[in-house]
Every structure is written in C-alpha cells, then in structure tokens.
C-alpha cells in the first residue's frame, strides 16, 4: 500500500484546511485508515481514524467538533477537514493504513496555523 498525503499549508488561526490522502496498491485489505499527528518535540498522536466497514468513526478530544475524517472508497481517498484550527494544531500530519497487523504511513504534510 503507498499512501500520498496533499493540503497542507500555512493557515490562520480559526481558518480551516483539508488534507487528502491517496491510496494506491492492495487497497482492496486496508480495514481502518486515520491520520496522525507529530508536533516538534512531541510524540505521534492519532487525530482520527475511519473504519472500512461501515465507516465508524474515532477521534483524539482535542479536535472533536472540529475535525471530521470522510474517505470516498471510489477514489481511493481519504480526507481530513479541518476547521476552527488552532495554533496548537500545527504539526506533521501523517496519513496511516492498516492491512491486518501491519501500518502503513505516509511521508507527512505540513500544517502550520498562525496566531
């Protein structure tokens, strides 16, 4: 599975990003994708998370009501629209796949919001 994340940018405070994540390969045994995120000094944390079947999905508190994860499994992609964003929110956004015991990762967008 190769994963290719795009959207990242520079942001005010308040004003909202979405991030897209492109799957390609055996996308076909992908059971759960999500994001995550990876602040300077900070360890990776997960953001949320969307299931393949039947789409249940999860996320960290510090972006409920804020963030909301959506895939469109006919493009093979993954979203993240994010709104409200806040300065704590800057960090690496990196998109995650699991086929089976296995995480698949990509190479990270940047997101950077400005106070």
């Known amino acids: 599975v190769q994963l290719v994340e795009s959207g990242g940018g520079l942001v005010q405070a308040g004003g909202s990003l979405r991030l897209s994540c492109a799957a390609s390969?055996?996308?076909?045994?992908?059971?759960?994708m999500g994001w995550y995120r990876q602040a300077p000094g900070n360890q990776r944390e997960l953001v949320a998370t969307?299931?393949?079947?039947?789409?249940?999905?999860n996320y960290a508190d510090s972006v409920k009501g804020r963030f909301t994860i959506s895939r469109d499994n006919a493009k093979n992609t993954m979203y993240l629209q994010m709104s409200s964003l806040k300065p704590e929110d800057t960090a690496v956004y990196y998109c995650?796949?699991?086929?089976?015991?296995?995480?698949?990762w990509g190479q990270g967008t940047q997101v950077s919001v400005s106070s």
């Open positions: 995650n796949a699991r086929t089976g015991l296995y995480n698949w």
């Open positions: 390969g055996s996308t076909s045994s992908i059971n759960a």
């Open positions: 969307i299931r393949s079947g039947g789409g249940r999905t």
